[in-house]
């Protein structure tokens, strides 16, 4: 979607989002709205850019599969 994501980093969320990321603690409120404030900082800061990931049927299949052999 090409959106900057404003996240926690709890269960697998971290495994599954990409792009313009920045991980807040859960339901910190202060965070959340620091964050907001900040959002053109982090934003155009790379350190907050996560590389975009393929989660293929195929390739899920297949390592499922070799699990149960």
Same mark, same amino acid.
């Given at each position: 979607?090409?959106k900057?994501?404003?996240?926690?980093?709890?269960?697998?969320? #971290? @495994?599954?989002?990409?792009?313009?990321?920045? /991980?807040?603690?859960?339901?910190?409120?202060? %965070?959340? =709205?620091?964050?907001?404030?900040?959002?053109?900082?982090?934003?155009?800061? #790379? @350190?907050?850019?996560?590389?975009y990931?393929? /989660?293929?049927?195929?390739?899920?299949?297949? %390592?499922? =599969?070799?699990?149960?052999?």
């Open positions: 979607m090409n900057p994501l404003l996240t926690t980093s709890i269960a697998s969320i #971290p @495994e599954v989002v990409r792009g313009n990321v920045k /991980f807040i603690a859960p339901a910190s409120k202060r %965070e959340i =709205i620091q964050a907001i404030l900040e959002r053109d900082q982090w934003i155009q800061n #790379p @350190e907050y850019t996560l590389p990931k393929e /989660f293929s049927r195929n390739t899920t299949v297949k %390592e499922l =599969i070799k699990q149960y052999r």
